[in-house]
Nanobody, 123 residues
Framework: QVQLQESGPGLVKPSQTLSLTCTVSGGSITTTSYYWTWIRQPPGKGLEWMGAISYSGSTYYSPSLKSRTSISRDTSKNQFTLKLSSVTPEDIAVYYC???????????????WGQGPQVTVSS
């Protein structure tokens, strides 16, 4: 059973960079055909796919967030990391890491999810 756990600060100041790490257990982030993603949900809104990194290290980003988003991985630690720069209060959301055996931008396509920490943007 794959398990994902997010970690990182729950409070980020405006204009700074939000950084979250997802630690994976019960499976490898290099497993062929698997994609590892970040999805967020702002208060009162739906799930928003932010981007993903594949089993081979290829990255994919939402066009609306591409200029501010970076996803990387550390295979030795079986982790992948989200960085979102120049945050504003519009970036307040619950941030989830998730995985799927196919490439999809649909949240419903992801099989395994972390618990999702709330991230607040405030000075």
């Amino acid at each position: 059973q794959v398990q994902l756990q997010e970690s990182g600060p729950g409070l980020v100041k405006p204009s700074q960079t939000l950084s979250l790490t997802c630690t994976v257990s019960g499976g490898s982030i290099t497993t062929t055909s698997y994609y590892w993603t970040w999805i967020r949900q702002p208060p009162g809104k739906g799930l928003e796919w932010m981007g993903a990194i594949s089993y081979s290290g290829s990255t994919y980003y939402s066009p609306s967030l591409k200029s501010r988003t970076s996803i990387s991985r550390d295979t030795s630690k079986n982790q992948f990391t989200l960085k979102l720069s120049s945050v504003t209060p519009e970036d307040i959301a619950v941030y989830y890491c998730a995985s799927a055996g196919i490439y999809t931008t649909l949240a419903a396509g992801y099989d395994y999810w972390g618990q999702g920490p709330q991230v607040t943007v405030s000075s």
